[in-house]
Structure formats: structure tokens, C-alpha cells
């Protein structure tokens, strides 16, 4: 595990470290990388694995380290260990590997993107019923660090209370981190997503809010899209580089929840009224948690069969129905045969008269205009009902698919 320090010391760790396997690897004083990474192939007997992990770390106290690394995969045709190079921070990862310009570029086996862990898991990790693993899962999102963290604690209210809300919580500083890790530019990201948190999510509005032209922010925000910070959203249907209509969303949970309810409140939380902003955030619980309900149902489409029937990439739809009225769809999938298309709503409620509710939904979706005579199969994502109807999944069903 790489450190932020002097080249030296790391040598001097990492040696130290290999030396726990081989006996007086770590008694050499190495004085530069190559020399270490050479002697370690020279001393070995048998096969094994060096994994550097934060390797960002690394690359900061010693520019040259990935022309080194090159050097030996390049010349050492005999190597008697493999190398696993990992990093937390994306940008740095992706320029040092996957940079046409970079020296470790095209060198590398298999490259992994290790991205969070599906929403389906948090059921086990947290040991707690599907709905409350909705509830959850909207705040701590797919880290697993996160889970970790959350089930030292007894109680929700505790763990958002003292991991992230409180201002020696670990988490609270955690975006800042993260960015300063990620890119070269944190106070712009910071403030673009904190501006979408509160509610702007149109390039103009998030432009007027930033007092800045919007074609500023076209690089920051694409950053922001590829780091899985942010995404955009364009009504089923449309292409998305071409789409009027585009709108952005904070597309990680856990930093959805920071910068809707911890940025606006950093004043009352630096004075230590930590019960009153979870208040705050408990008043809205439903409609929060709903917004990340939506994003599980429309994730989890396809994943399975639904009705025996395979469909693609379910998306929302908003628009104009053929009697000329806005209409809004929460889910809208295409079969992969081309032959059906899904209409479902999502509801973070407990829901009766189920049956009435799908035959509303196929009446409102016989309205789109671009039906073209596939055959609606409607279906409904609800918290909970006691109704036994066909095409209505809970959260047990969503969660089961996503895993």
C-alpha cells in the first residue's frame, strides 16, 4: 500500500514489505526504482504476484516510475513475478495506462474498472429486509467501504448521524477527498454537482446558477459524466448527443444524499445542530428515497425476463402524448424483439387497487406517440401492497435482479 512520502522511504516500505517473503530482500539499500524491480527478479525461486496498490502515490513522489515500469516489462523477458498496478483515483489510473501517450500504454494484460457493487448486495452486507435496503442503499450507495462503516453503528439515524452528518464524521469530508484525488479542478466539480443537488438540472440552469456561459462547462460536466459522478438524462427515444431536453442528475447515491442534504446545511453542521439537520432529511425521506427507487427499477429491467420477455435499457420518458398533453413515464423498454414495449410507474408507497393502477398505466401509455403498434406490457414498482397481482414487483423482486 502505497503512501503519500519521499520515493526513498517507499522503496524503503516496499522492500521491507517483499522482504516479509523473501528473507533479506529488504537489508539492499535500493537507490532507485529499476534497480528494485530488477533484484526482485534476480533473488526469486518461484512465481509470485507484487500487487502496489495507490499507485498515484507512487507516480507523484517519482514522475519517472511509469517509464521505469515499461523499462522492465519490456527488457526482463523472463519475469518471475506478476504485476498488479492498482489506484483509487480514475483520472490518474486512466492517464497512466490508458493515455496513448503514456509509457505504460498498450503494456497491460487485462485492465480492470472495479465499479460499485450492485444494490442487491447491501441485503446481506447490512442483514436487513428489502425495503430497508432501498432506504439504505439511497444513502451509502455501492461502497463497499461504506457498508463497512455503517454496520458499526446500530441505527440508520446513528450511522447518517455520526459517519456522515457530524463534522468529525469520517465521511463528511469524503467528496473533497475524492476529488482532489480525481482531478485537477475540484472547487469547479464541487460546485457544479452542489448546484444540481439543489435542484438545477438543465446546462442552462446549472450555468446561471455558476454565473458562468454554459460552454465552460461542457469539459467539467463530461469529467464529471466519465468519473460516475454525474449522468444525463435524455427522454426514451432520443439520441442523446442530439436531445433538447437533456437533464443532469447526480448519478452516485452516496454523493446525491452529501451534496441534497450536507452542503446546503455546512453552516448548522459546523455549529453542531446535527439532530436538526437529520430532521431535515427525515421530513424528505420518502421523496429522496423514491428518486433512487426509479433508478433501481429502470437498472433492473434487463436483467431478467419479465413475463418470459427479454427487454433492453429501460429509461424515463417525458414529453407530449398524442392528445398534446405533458405526460411522464417512469420506466419505458423496448423487447429485444422489437415486438413489446414495458411501461411501468414506481411508487415508494404502500399501493391498493394494484389491478386498476396497471389498467390506468396501459390506457396513459396507448397515448405515446411512439407506440407503433407494439403490443404495452405495463408493470408496477411499488414499496409494498398486499395484493396479489401479476406484473407488480417489490423490492425483494428488484433487488433479486440486481446482483
Same mark, same amino acid.
Given at each position: ?27 539492499? /539499500? ?108 439511497? /444513502? ?55 448546484? /444540481? ?122 414529453? !407530449? ?9 417512469? /420506466? ?19 399501493? !391498493? ?35 396479489? !397481482? ?14
Amino acid at each position: 500500500m502505497a503512501q503519500q512520502a519521499d520515493e526513498s522511504i517507499q522503496r524503503m516500505h516496499l522492500a521491507k514489505t517483499i522482504g516479509e517473503k523473501i528473507i533479506g530482500f529488504d537489508s539492499v /539499500v535500493y537507490p532507485d526504482w529499476e534497480s528494485l524491480f530488477v533484484n526482485l527478479n534476480n533473488v526469486l525461486k518461484e512465481q509470485l504476484t507484487l500487487c502496489i496498490d495507490e499507485l498515484p502515490y507512487l507516480v507523484k513522489g517519482s514522475p519517472s516510475l511509469p517509464g521505469i515500469i515499461q523499462k522492465v516489462v519490456d527488457s526482463i523477458t523472463d519475469r518471475k513475478y506478476h504485476l498488479i498496478l492498482c489506484g483509487s483515483s480514475q483520472q490518474m489510473m486512466q492517464g497512466l495506462i490508458l493515455d496513448s501517450s503514456a509509457p505504460l500504454y498498450g503494456r497491460a494484460d487485462e485492465i480492470m474498472k472495479i465499479t460499485p457493487l450492485e444494490a442487491g448486495w447491501i441485503t446481506h452486507a447490512l442483514e436487513c429486509n428489502s425495503a430497508q435496503s432501498v432506504v439504505e442503499y439511497s /444513502v451509502w450507495g455501492g461502497v463497499p467501504r461504506y457498508w463497512e462503516l455503517r454496520v458499526e453503528e446500530k441505527t440508520f439515524r446513528s450511522a447518517i448521524r455520526n459517519i456522515i452528518l457530524d463534522r468529525f464524521g469520517v465521511l463528511h469530508d469524503e467528496p473533497v477527498r475524492l476529488f482532489l484525488d480525481d482531478m485537477r479542478e475540484s472547487v469547479q466539480a464541487y460546485s457544479i454537482l452542489s448546484v /444540481v443537488g439543489n435542484g438545477s438540472n438543465r446546462l442552462s440552469e446549472i450555468a446561471g446558477k455558476l454565473n458562468k456561459p454554459s460552454t465552460q462547462l461542457s469539459r467539467p460536466i463530461d469529467n464529471l459524466i466519465q468519473l460516475g459522478y454525474l449522468k444525463r438524462e435524455v427522454p426514451y427515444g432520443e439520441l442523446e448527443k442530439n436531445s433538447k431536453k437533456g437533464i443532469y442528475k447526480i448519478s452516485d447515491p452516496f454523493m446525491n444524499f452529501y451534496f441534497t442534504f450536507v452542503v446546503p446545511n455546512l453552516s448548522r453542521l459546523e455549529l453542531g445542530l446535527t439532530d436538526k439537520v437529520y430532521s431535515t432529511f427525515e421530513s424528505k425521506l420518502a421523496g429522496y428515497v423514491s428518486f433512487e427507487w426509479e433508478n433501481l427499477c429502470r437498472r433492473s429491467v434487463p436483467m431478467k425476463a419479465i413475463t418470459g420477455i427479454d427487454f433492453d435499457i429501460a429509461q424515463r420518458w417525458w414529453g !407530449t402524448n398524442l392528445e398534446g398533453k405533458p405526460m411522464e413515464l417512469d /420506466v419505458v423498454a423496448e423487447s429485444t424483439d422489437k415486438k413489446y414495449l414495458l411501461v411501468g410507474e414506481c411508487k415508494w408507497s404502500k399501493i !391498493t387497487g394494484t389491478t386498476s393502477l396497471l389498467k390506468k398505466l396501459e390506457e396513459k401509455a396507448s397515448l405515446l406517440p411512439f407506440l407503433k403498434g407494439r403490443k404495452i406490457i405495463s408493470v408496477l414498482y411499488v414499496m409494498e401492497t398486499f395484493e396479489t !397481482t401479476a406484473n407488480v414487483f417489490l423490492p425483494s423482486d428488484v433487488l433479486d435482479r440486481l446482483q
